[in-house]
């Protein structure tokens, strides 16, 4: 689903989280990373479909044991 940056600043404060279109602004252009309280509302109001990990560059890694 597509949405406005106002949308989803509208869905987290439904949510409970107050945060500022500037805030979701600057998660969304990788300027900035979200706090962990704002991280556990995102999660919520996207069902699971953004995660912490897609904030961070993370190579795909396979560890040896």
Not at 30 to 50: C, K, N, Q, S
Request: proline content about 2%.
């Amino acid at each position: 689903q597509s949405l406005t940056y106002d949308d989803f600043r509208q869905l987290m404060n439904d949510g409970g989280a107050v945060c500022s279109r500037h805030a979701i602004s600057k998660w969304a252009n990788g300027a900035r990373i979200p706090r962990r309280e704002d991280m556990t509302a995102i999660f919520a109001v996207t069902g699971g479909a953004v995660t912490a990990n897609d904030f961070y560059e993370l190579a795909d890694r396979t560890v040896a044991v």
